[in-house]
């Protein structure tokens, strides 16, 4: 391995959720030196605050706090140097990649970008105002102030089944509104179907959030035929997908039309040096399991650079 630790690392990782942790330990003790550069205070990613996981090969149930939390304690007792900060830039410098946050700036020879991705909006008039008066994205942060009250959950993947089937255990009654097809895996599905107190409205989508001090109930819009119908409820949660954080990249790295990075069957990115993994990625599954698997599997690729 190299001996260029005080002057530059040999990988940067960026982002703190499941996939960069994970990469970050396997970097570890491959024997590189590896500082982790993630935004928020809480590690984890899109899986920190929950109660319960699913689809992750375990035992005993399993919480995305303690899966993050435990991955990183794992990566700093191996060695990696970890950075709070937003990475807003990445640079050619010479032979070596430079990482730039709004704190100052690692230099390092790769790059594993993990940089997942953000909540997808409803595009309602005024949704921000919303947020805290009726709006949430988090069940295990929030469900508990809906104990006993209706509640919708707009969505029909993987967190918008699992969503609802944790609130339909505390809540009076859940909506869930799906636009298209449900696309949540089927043990998924059957939790969320064997709730008495949970039904489904099918092709529409929320057209308005209403309510004076407090939400009171969302206006749905019918997608084919565009007619309008109110459902009244004290809570929503839109589980509607992430937009890729891939803004800070440099030009050279290839997106799609959504910004997902492209990225070749090693996840090397189109730009020399720069590797990407997770929910990031154009083709990433949607998994943890995935997105620890993909972690494991970008090392394995990158390490022989680095022997001597
Ligand atoms: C509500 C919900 C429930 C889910 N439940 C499950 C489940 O039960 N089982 C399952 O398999 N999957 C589940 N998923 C999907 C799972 O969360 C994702 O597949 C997984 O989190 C992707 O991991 P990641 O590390 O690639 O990205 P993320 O989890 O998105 O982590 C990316 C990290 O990068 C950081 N970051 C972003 N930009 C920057 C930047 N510029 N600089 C520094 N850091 C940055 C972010 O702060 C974040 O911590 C769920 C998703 C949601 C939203």
Redesign the pocket.
Known sequence: MTMRKRQAHDVAV?????????AAWHAAQTGMSVVL????P?????????D?????PSIAPVS?HGLAASLLEATVQSGVTLVE????AIEQEGALRRVA?VAGAHRCRAVVV??????RLLNVPHEASWAGRGLS???ACDGGFYRGRDVLVVGGG???F??AAALADICREVAVVVRGNARARRA?VDRATGKANLRFIWGMEVDALLGDDGLSGVRLRDCSSGRLEEVACRGVFP?IG?IP?S??LPMDVARTDTGHVCADDGFATTSPGIWA?????DG????????AG??AAVIKAIAPRFRD
């Open positions: 960026i982002g703190g959720g499941i996939a960069g942790l994970t550069v993630e935004a928020s809480l590690f984890g990613g899109q899986v920190a605050t929950l319960r996981v699913d689809g992750f995305g900060a937003d990475v807003i946050t993990a940089s997942g991705c953000r909540r994205h988090c069940v993987d967190a918008a699992q969503a998924l589980l992430g954080n803004a800070f993994i997770g929910a990031v990625r990433y599954c949607g998994e943890l399991a995935a997105a993909e972690a």
